[in-house]
């Protein structure tokens, strides 16, 4: 089975912090994903990488970044964390061979920004 | 660009009634078609996918018919349980490569016994 794995479940910042959400997955997928998920909004896309050190912005770039140094985890960093980007942020990966390729997901990780 | 409609939640039903969730997608070319469902405190997981015009994708009871001719991709259940509470959500894909998915913005179902 494919397994999505997110360093933490919940985490409490406070405005300013530097903050690291790590993802690994365990199925060597070139292609992996963050979105952030509010509630009305559905999920949006933050960065997503298609290889090592590879990255491409996606619909709500601003105000995050991303590292990927091993094909197995993307981490995602928020540079100053505002209270604005309290959310669920949910990491996934997905493989290049085949078509119509399932995007695998994480847990998740709840943040709040205080 | 590509965007997913999906109808407003929240949805509330009884166990056994039957369940459609409309879902219509705007789209150039030939995207391929999903439903991700997602249970309280976990993340998503495919429920059933679509890659063609009149393919159907089932699972676990839950259908949908991709239709190319009113660019829809709806999701139905004959008889729905309690344990089918959770939120679902459309999405679509071009498959360029990059996987990126366009998602709907996920309508809650709640089942009551």
């Known amino acids: 089975d494919v397994k999505v794995t997110q360093s933490s479940r919940y985490l409490v910042k406070r405005t300013g912090e530097k903050v690291f959400l790590e993802c690994v997955q365990d199925?060597?997928?070139?292609?992996m994903f963050w979105y952030r998920q509010d509630p009305g909004l559905g999920l949006r896309l933050i960065y997503f990488?298609?290889?090592?050190?590879?990255?491409e912005k996606g619909d709500i770039p601003e105000g995050y970044s991303v590292s990927r140094e091993k094909k197995e985890r993307f981490s995602l960093i928020l540079e100053s964390a505002s209270t604005n980007q309290t959310s669920m942020y949910l990491c996934?990966?997905?493989?290049?061979?085949?078509?119509?390729?399932?995007?695998?997901f994480g847990p998740g990780t709840r943040l709040t920004v205080t | 660009g590509d965007s997913v409609t999906q109808m407003e939640g929240p949805v509330t039903l009884s166990e056994e009634a039957f369940l459609t969730i409309n879902c219509t997608y705007t789209?150039?070319?030939?995207?391929?078609l999903f439903w991700y469902v997602q249970y309280p405190g976990e993340g998503l997981q495919l429920l059933l996918k679509?890659?063609?015009?009149?393919d159907k994708g089932s699972n676990k009871g839950f259908e949908a018919t991709y239709r190319k001719e009113t660019t829809s991709f709806h999701l139905e259940k004959g008889s729905v349980q309690v344990s089918d509470s959770a939120v679902y959500f459309c999405?679509?894909?071009?498959?360029?490569?990059?996987?990126?998915?366009?998602f709907g913005k996920g309508t809650k179902l709640t089942v009551n016994p």
């Open positions: 679509a890659t063609k015009a009149d």
């Open positions: 990488s298609y290889d090592v050190k590879m990255k």
């Open positions: 199925m060597d997928h070139e292609n």
């Open positions: 996934a990966s997905t493989g290049t061979s085949g078509r119509a390729r399932e995007q695998y």
């Open positions: 789209a150039t070319g030939y995207p391929s």
């Open positions: 999405a679509l894909t071009q498959g360029s490569g990059s996987e990126k998915l366009v």
